[in-house]
């Protein structure tokens, strides 16, 4: 099976790094400003919140990482590769923070009894 590789132009691929790189600022910005709102709101589903948003946040940070990647993947089996990388990571971290999360709330629950 002949290996097709991916013509991409570089100045797309710039065009591309510069792009990802304005919307991760973006929601920097935007983690940011969640964070110092949750923290200004006083409640026991505080620490709960904060840790989501801490996992919304690497989450984001690994869909940018995963991007960067892909822009300058060379052929279509290393995309692949990358996609497949990417996603194994992702499941593997959605039930480590599902167990965090349910520990947490767990944990709350038991101290308003």
Same mark, same amino acid.
């Given at each position: ?12 691929? %710039? ?8 919307? =991760? ?5 935007? +983690? #940011?400003? !969640?964070? @110092? ?9 505080? %620490? ?8 919304? =946040? ?5 869909? +940018? #990482?995963? !991007?960067? @990647? ?44």
């Amino acid at each position: 099976m002949a290996e097709s590789k991916l013509e991409v132009p570089a100045e797309l691929r %710039e065009l591309a790094e510069k792009t990802i790189d304005q919307a =991760e600022r973006a929601f920097e910005l935007f +983690f #940011d400003a !969640a964070s @110092k709102s949750i923290s200004s709101i006083p409640g026991a589903g505080t %620490e709960v919140s904060k840790q989501a948003l801490s996992f919304t =946040e690497q989450n984001m940070k690994s869909a +940018f #990482d995963h !991007a960067r @990647k892909l822009i300058y993947a060379t052929d279509l089996q290393e995309a692949m590769r990358i996609q497949s990388e990417f996603l194994r990571t992702q499941f593997t971290n959605a039930g480590e923070h599902m167990r965090e999360i349910t520990g947490k709330v767990m944990s709350a629950g038991k101290g308003k009894s």
